[in-house]
T-cell receptor, first 113, second 113 residues
Framework: DQQVKQNSPSLSVQEGRISILNCDYT??????FLWYKKYPAEGPTFLIS?????DKNEDGRFTVFLNKSAKHLSLHIVPSQPGDSAVYFC????????????FGTGTRLKVLA | DGGITQSPKYLFRKEGQNVTLSCEQN?????MYWYRQDPGQGLRLIYY???????QKGDIAEGYSVSREKKESFPLTVTSAQKNPTAFYLC????????????FGSGTRLTVV
């Protein structure tokens, strides 16, 4: 049972436009969410996070929105750049004391020049 | 520079052989994790450890074994019992503070020949 879902396996966006990556979750106990970016044959790198007590967090071109009632979060990248082309994973954790994150299946973003 | 190192980057194994993947971190992180990435399946947790000499099974532990004799090291052995071992393996570490994410290594690509 996939508790964290990224329903779009891929997304193509024109350079300079907005990229919106979506993530849905099923466990209402999740209280912390992360986005990671991954290039081929490399480890994921941390991008941005959000706590369940917030509904928005910004860091430069990256903004994450959290809608707790819909159990949905999204990552906005504005403006998109060719270097943003990568696989993006969302991850969620619950306050169970295990500090484990559950990852989605990833969305491959391609930014077209 | 603090970080997490996985070696080797590429590994080939004959069917029926055990192989050990190395993971070392100098971040003074208490927790370490092993994930496996397969196309279209995201990151799946194999094993994790929050303290030396203790570790827990993740979602797909069958056919794998780990040890945590030192805080800095968390090697993963892929045994001959693992039915489909060809994959990209990622090691990660984290503190035990709520809301902190993982630091990932650069991964090991294991291919069974």
């Amino acid at each position: 049972d996939q508790q964290v879902k990224q329903n779009s396996p891929s997304l193509s966006v024109q350079e300079g436009r907005i990229s919106i990556l979506n993530c849905d979750y099923t466990n209402s106990m999740f209280d912390y969410f992360l986005w990671y970016k991954k290039y081929p044959a490399e480890g994921p790198t941390f991008l941005i996070s959000i706590s369940s007590i917030k509904d928005k967090n910004e860091d430069g071109r990256f903004t994450v929105f959290l809608n707790k009632s819909a159990k949905h979060l999204s990552l906005h990248i504005v403006p998109s750049q060719p270097g943003d082309s990568a696989v993006y994973f969302c991850a969620a954790s619950a306050p169970t004391g295990t500090y484990k994150y559950i990852f989605g299946t990833g969305t491959r973003l391609k930014v077209l020049a | 520079d603090g970080g997490i190192t996985q070696s080797p980057k590429y590994l080939f194994r004959k069917e029926g052989q055990n192989v050990t993947l190395s993971c070392e971190q100098n971040l003074n992180h208490d927790a370490m994790y092993w994930y496996r990435q397969d196309p279209g399946q995201g990151l799946r947790l194999i094993y994790y450890s929050q303290i030396v000499n203790d570790f827990q099974k993740g979602d797909i532990a069958e056919g794998y074994s780990v040890s945590r004799e030192k805080k800095e090291s968390f090697p993963l052995t892929v045994t001959s019992a693992q039915k489909n071992p060809t994959a990209f393996y990622l090691c990660a570490s984290s503190t035990l503070r709520t809301g902190t994410g993982y630091t990932f290594g650069s991964g090991t690509r294991l291919t069974v020949v």
